[in-house]
């Protein structure tokens, strides 16, 4: 994740109004990501975030931990990349649909 990306993130979460603690774990849940996909931003698919996220699922990772992961890939996504997805939709966990090769 590119500085700049990363400072609209940062300021995309002060206009919202989240907390000092609620905006460092979605950072690191952010940075955890992109360390671990190695994907530029602009290059990410709904299908990228959703096989990160049932990668997840499948490591057994506690509910909250989990819900953490993907409240702050929708933030992320939703606010700063301006990506209207599906995938943050939903309510419960991802599926783990044939859409994705």
């Known amino acids: 994740m590119t500085n700049t990306i990363k400072d609209q993130f940062i300021a995309d979460m002060q206009l919202a109004g989240l907390v000092s603690g609620t905006q460092a774990r979605y950072l690191g849940c952010v940075n955890v990501f992109f360390k671990e996909t190695w994907l ?29 992961y993907r409240f702050a890939l929708a933030f992320f996504f939703e606010h700063t990349m301006q990506r209207d997805w599906s995938l943050f939709k939903k309510k419960s966990r991802p599926p783990q649909s044939a859409a994705c090769p």
């Open 40 to 68: 530029a931003p602009q290059a990410v698919t709904e299908c990228d975030v959703q096989q990160f996220l049932i990668a997840l699922r499948d490591k057994d990772m506690a509910r909250e931990t989990f819900r953490g």
